[in-house]
């Protein structure tokens, strides 16, 4: 696998911006004209407490499938739904995609949706895209690709999307934002693996708190996540393909699962 571009100097972006790209659906509030989210309120009228985030990281064409992000997202969404989660939130990175396309899944879907250019866009969502003094982020899906010490959001697309362990320390991540039992499931190759002593996915836990689930030493596979869905399904993929849609709007049948070998690790907050 080729290497991520590496930052040239330390990145002292605190992530912090005056007009996030995130765009709620429905449509935003008056709060919203002041540059940062106040509250969201989902289709039904209603105000959650609790946030579920599904993030999915940039699509690269050198090698990598378009489906293999959009599609787990789509099922993470779907199933997050079908658990009876209202308040659920789908964050994408910009580059690479048919933004305009994710825009009407997750109108389909009943969801909020927006996009970012860069890591502070999404760390300034985290701390300030609903009012947090309230409602509180419980579950976070990551489908993204990864690199020891660094959730590669951007890979190959737009180093600014990455975010590495230095920039979780320097980020000003507010803890306040986190259920005390928040879980992040990283779905991204080496999120758990060793970098100088620590992993991302350690750093990340304990900045937010709760728990994480990442792979270790190794890479996630997706290769399989639309395995078992018979002819018809796969002569309409087929077609769907040629007609230049990469990927299924429904979602794929299975979850990326961790390459042979390979184990899944839970991590907890140790500070």
Known sequence: MPEIRRFISEDSYKGVVQTPIIKPSPAPSPDHDVGRFQKIFN???????????????????????????????????????????????????????????????????????????????????????????????????????????TLALGYHTNDNLNITINNIKESQLSSNAFTSNVFTHFYSCNTGTDSNGTSFAQEWVDQTGGSAKAVVDGTTDYYDINKDRGWWWETKDRIRRNLGYGYDNTGCKNYPKASDGIKWNIFNKNK
């Not at 199933?79 to 305009?100: C, F, P, R």
């Not at 609903?130 to 409602?135: S, T």
Request: hydrophobic share 30%; proline share 2%; with cysteine.
């Open 43 to 149: 289709k039904c009228g209603e105000y959650q407490q609790i946030e579920s985030i599904v993030i999915t990281g940039s699509y690269t064409p050198d090698g990598y499938s378009e489906r293999q992000f959009v599609e787990a997202s789509i099922k993470q969404i779907k199933e997050l739904k079908a658990q009876g989660k209202k308040n659920i939130t789908w964050i994408v990175g910009s580059n690479g995609h048919d933004l305009g396309r994710m825009k009407g899944i997750a109108d389909d879907l009943g969801v909020n949706y927006g996009y970012i250019n860069d890591r502070g866009e999404l760390i300034n969502y985290i701390n300030n895209g609903q009012n947090r003094g309230n409602v509180k982020i419980k579950n976070i899906s990551v489908f993204s690709h990864g690199l020891p010490g």
